[in-house]
């Protein structure tokens, strides 16, 4: 069985009189394990895709379906419990809090959780240490590089132990450098840990990272890529 399975989806946007189809009926199953880049035009729905893959929006119809259970059905209360305990989020602009240090960053999941302290110091050193960052951990935001930040943020993302990454643009900030450090930490926490990741991107060499890419084109899934396949063979 698939880890999450959308079907018919659709989200439509009102403005006023204006009504946006931003998804217009997308079947998409994605297996546990897997490492899958989104990729699409702007405004061709990846964002609206991604929103309601980590439970923050919900389809205006069609079912979706995660760890076996119906999302489309769930109140606010629920899809946030969901939220806090199977996924982690990373953001284009990292969304860190600025006047905290990295490893305080990394333990807020854990402090709405009610974590007790040793145990967060743990589990955050942790996280740390699998970004390579333990020798930042007193750093602010502001004291830290682009790529950098990144790494606290998706230590974050990782506290919580979630069966599934979302990352909307991670690599949107950062140099190619940068970007290509934060792929080769995704591509690790997938191997090594079975971490399901979907991520969104305009950058083919970061899509590539992936085992799976989706393009999306007027809010449907328009064809499917297999970057293992040697191009031009
Ligand atoms: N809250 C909203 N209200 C109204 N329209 C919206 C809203 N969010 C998105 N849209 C519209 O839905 C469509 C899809 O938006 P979405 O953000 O999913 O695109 P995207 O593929 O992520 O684009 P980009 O690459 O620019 O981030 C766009 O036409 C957008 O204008
Ligand atoms: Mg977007």
Redesign the pocket.
């Known amino acids: 069985m698939a880890l999450l399975e959308l079907t018919a989806v659709t989200r439509q ?1 009102k ?1 006023g009189q204006v009504r ?1 189809d ?1 998804l217009r009926g997308v079947d998409l199953a994605i297996e546990k394990g897997r490492f899958v880049s989104i990729m ?10 991604l929103n309601i893959i980590g439970c923050l929006d919900l389809p205006t119809s069609g079912t979706y379906q995660l760890a076996g259970q119906r999302m489309d059905r769930l109140r606010d209360s629920q899809l946030a419990d969901i939220r806090n305990q199977l996924i982690g989020f990373v953001f284009q602009s990292f969304h860190l809090l600025s006047d905290l240090d990295a490893q305080t960053n990394v333990e807020l999941p854990l402090i709405y959780r009610g974590v007790g302290g040793r145990e967060r110091e743990r589990r955050a050193m942790a996280a740390l240490e699998a970004v390579g960052l333990t020798s930042r951990r007193r750093h602010r935001p502001a004291q830290l590089s682009g790529g950098e930040q990144q790494r606290v943020a998706i230590a974050r993302a990782l506290v919580g132990e979630p069966l599934l990454i979302l990352a909307d643009e991670p690599t949107g900030a950062l140099d190619s450098r940068s970007g290509q450090n934060i792929m080769q930490v995704f591509r690790q926490l997938n191997r090594e840990r079975r971490i399901t990741i979907v991520q ?1 991107t ?1 950058d083919e060499n970061v899509a590539r990272h992936g085992d799976r890419i989706v393009h ?1 084109l007027d ?1 449907l899934v328009e064809r499917e890529e297999d970057p293992r396949e040697v191009k031009g063979s």
């Open positions: 946007h403005n946006v931003a699409g035009p702007s405004g061709s729905g990846k964002s609206t895709l969104v305009h999306l809010g």
